[in-house]
């Protein structure tokens, strides 16, 4: 099944002056009861077969908080594994909308897992978005928006992302110049949005998951418009921003917003829907920026 596949995006990019920097993304984990183990290994593997200097994680880490209550054993098996990831790398946690979701049935119910992200919170060498958004070290600054659960409830909100946004402000701006600014983000349905750009324009990487690649296969990745998906996770046909790199313009600069596939198309709360993950690969996304690179993007 292409399920085992796990396909890794490569961009590369030429920046005057950095030092060589190499990131890995990946997106939408949604580990639950029935994810297998064999994948974890299977993502660490290709984590670990080419120079990784910070790992990023965009959200929907876990399906649901269900199993949290339900599955302790599935639980462990998860903060060991990103345990052993942040003892190599410098790793960076945003959480999603399912990371504080309960499902009772289909219906989703606002849950703060506080022993969870107590857990998470004590690994070595992960930063969580949930009470560490900032981060800089002598190349990078990362900064991590985490959006709340009411944000995601029926439709993303523009109010509530321009008033997060608004309260962070402060973090967001007069950032340092001379290093490789990236926001990690969960969505990035509304950030193209002008009044939305306004506040983080100073960035040169937006790097987002959420849209599980549009439910576009491989096979037909060609004939759909580039960036557009076919179905996005609130229901949306067509929808913009779906998947792979694009350029955005504000104020004569151009950041580059990518968009990782995800490791699950869908999720086991959408069962039966979710047996489709079978025909779909599994996708992660790597950054590398040098000065001596040309300035290329390309897939493998």
Known sequence: MLDKHLQIDRHYFK??????????????LHHSNSFSEKKLDKIEKVIDESPTDYLCIVGDLIDSTNYLYDNNEKNTILIEWLRKLGTKYKVFLTLGNHDFTYFDRHTGIKDIPKEFLNELRNIPGLTLSHNEPYYEDDLILIYQLELDFDYYKDYEKLDILLATLMDQ?????NL??????????????????????????????????????????????????????IISPNKKLFPLHAR???????????????????????????????????FFPMQMDEIVIDSVQKLLYKHK
């Open 176 to 229: 340092n110049q001379k290093k490789v600014k990236i926001l990690l983000i969960h969505s990035p349905s509304l950030i193209t949005h002008p009044k939305v750009l306004e506040y983080i324009k100073e960035f040169d990487y937006i790097i987002a998951g959420h849209m599980h690649n549009g439910l576009v296969h491989p096979f037909v990745s060609k004939i759909i418009p580039k960036n557009r998906g």
């Open 169 to 173: 402000k402060e973090k967001m701006t």
């Open 15 to 28: 920046v005057i002056n950095s030092k060589p920097i190499h990131i890995k993304i990946l997106g939408d």
């Open 244 to 278: 792979g790199v694009e350029t955005i313009e504000i104020d004569n600069k151009k950041i580059t917003l990518i968009v990782t596939g995800g490791i699950v198309k869908i999720q086991e709360c959408a069962s039966p829907l979710n047996l489709l993950n079978y």
